[in-house]
């Protein structure tokens, strides 16, 4: 079954720092890219970041660039989100998705699996 | 920065047809992915490059996109089909999602 699983996820005081993993499963993992997605409470979609297959392109939305840094571990099979500097604004579920395609801002393939999600709190 | 805009909700009888609208400038230009999101649950792609279906999606989604705007469709629309959905295209690199529109279904 291919899959995705999330975790990491804690309450964290603003200002402080955190790392998401997603453990990957059932597919050839370095064939793939893979982004963050994450949404706050009640809240839409919102992406965070990508990578492609063997980090040669690494993407990162205006909201977290220069505070959040992406990787991965291919011979692992697992995506990383370290997050720092975390705000109030960071709180939401954080998902990992696969994307098919070499390079994803191409977009061609789209987000083909998702995790279930991990929470992330950032409050005093 | 580029943006995305979506209808907040849309409304269908069951058996009706729902029609979801994406714009964005020139989106007619960028492949475009759509996502169901039911409650308590994750995202679930339904569309890529602006008119495939992944394997399992039914036939009763199909979509487009040309000029300004995508859409989705929805036919015969059922209960199951009720849930949030967004669109989705890459600009410079960086991955942009609508807002989302609520499907009810009456």
């Known amino acids: 079954e291919v899959q995705l699983v999330e975790s990491g996820g804690d309450l964290v005081a603003p200002g402080g720092s955190l790392r998401l993993s997603c453990a990957a499963s059932?597919?050839?993992?370095?064939?793939?890219?893979l982004s963050w997605v994450r949404q706050a409470p009640g809240k839409g979609l919102e992406w965070v970041s990508a990578?492609?297959?063997?980090?040669?392109?690494?993407y990162y939305g205006d909201s977290v660039k220069g505070r959040f840094t992406i990787s991965r571990d291919n011979a692992k099979s697992s995506l990383f989100l370290q997050m720092n500097s975390l705000r109030a604004d960071d709180t939401a579920v954080y998902y990992c998705a696969r994307d098919g395609g070499s390079n994803p801002a191409v977009g061609a393939y789209g987000m083909d699996v998702w995790g279930q999600g991990t929470t992330v709190t950032v409050a005093s | 920065s580029y943006e995305l805009t979506q209808p907040p909700s849309v409304s269908v009888s069951p058996g009706q047809t729902a029609t979801i609208t994406c714009s964005g400038d020139k989106l007619g230009d960028r492949f475009v992915s759509w996502y169901q999101q039911r409650p308590g649950q994750s995202p679930v792609l339904v569309i890529y490059?602006?008119?495939k279906r992944p394997s399992g999606i039914p036939e009763r989604l199909s979509a487009s996109n040309s000029g300004d705007t995508a859409t989705l469709t929805i036919s015969r629309t059922q209960a199951m089909d009720e849930a949030d959905y967004y669109c989705q295209a890459w600009d410079s690199n960086t991955a942009v999602f609508g807002g989302g529109t609520k499907v009810t279904v009456l």
């Open positions: 059932g597919f050839a993992f370095s064939s793939y890219s």
């Open positions: 990578i492609s297959y063997y980090s040669t392109y690494i």
């Open positions: 490059q602006d008119t």
